[in-house]
């Protein structure tokens, strides 16, 4: 029995990127999804694996950042298949610009994505964990801002380290009612929304932007959508059943190095 069987799932952010590679790892271990995405192509991505795995898949077109709207994600999860017992709560933005030309509009843009469409999440799924005895949620934070930082970062880095205090207090909240909540920190894994980025850190030559995060990454490369699906998959599965409030990085050892220079490699 592969370790997600009979288990249900809601994924947000899952049309595309890490929302596809979660989708695609918890197909793969035999979980029931409802893929929530603020794109139609959600449809598309949830068709090629329901033909690859055999999965069984709903989609549902939503905003995380209305409450409303996850609310009746959460209804169409349970209604299309009993119960929720896992949320993946991955939907995120990132623009980049200096500070003082960052305006109010770019920052509540990342509030509303990042801080309140988790929250609502949480909201949505949490009724349905409490009535079933119990469920698991997977918080994608980042090291942005809890662990490190890059210039034009504010708003990302912000919201990413609010989601750690978000993991935290949900999980000693909910932790006698079999609900665990963990957070993953991740580098950087190659993205449409990383892609973006390389775009408006060089727009010239945005390859060599995406080259050069690399080269600073121990393993020399950027993480796989699919190897976050699988870190998400074990996190949400009764084989992380000891673990909740807990940071897990991955980032191919990115945050360790303390100098590009100093060393004998």
């Not at 998400?232 to 909740?244: N, P, V």
Request: hydrophobic share 45%.
């Amino acid at each position: 029995m592969a370790k997600l069987t009979g288990k249900v799932a809601l994924i947000t952010g899952a049309a595309v990127g890490l929302g596809e590679g979660i989708a695609t790892a918890y197909a793969k271990y035999g979980a029931k999804l409802c893929m929530v995405d603020l794109s139609p192509e959600v449809e598309k991505t949830a068709e090629k694996l329901r033909k690859e795995y055999n999965a069984e898949i709903v989609t549902c077109v939503a905003n995380v950042a209305d409450p409303e709207q996850m609310k009746a994600a959460a209804a169409k999860a349970a209604e299309a298949f009993g119960e929720v017992n896992i949320a993946c709560c991955n939907a995120g933005v990132c623009r980049l610009a200096p500070f003082e030309e960052m305006t109010d509009a770019v920052r509540d843009f990342h509030i509303d994505v990042n801080i309140k469409g988790v929250w609502n999440t949480c909201k949505a799924v949490i009724p349905y964990m409490l009535k079933q005895g119990g469920g698991s949620i997977v918080i994608a934070s980042s090291v942005t801002g809890d662990i490190v930082a890059d210039a034009g970062e504010a708003a990302y880095a912000m919201t990413k380290a609010a989601l750690v205090g978000l993991t935290k207090c949900l999980a000693v909240e909910y932790a006698n009612r079999n609900i665990r909540v963990n957070c993953s920190q991740l580098g950087y894994a190659r993205t449409p929304m990383v892609e973006k980025m390389a775009l408006e850190s060089n727009p010239e030559d945005p390859e060599s932007a995406i080259n050069d995060i690399a080269r600073g990454v121990p393993m020399k490369r950027l993480a796989k959508p699919i190897e976050v699906g699988e870190l998400f998959a074990f996190l949400g599965s009764d084989e992380a059943s000891y673990l909740t409030g807990s940071q897990v990085v991955i980032d191919g050892g990115s945050t360790l190095p303390e100098t590009m220079s100093i060393g004998t490699n």
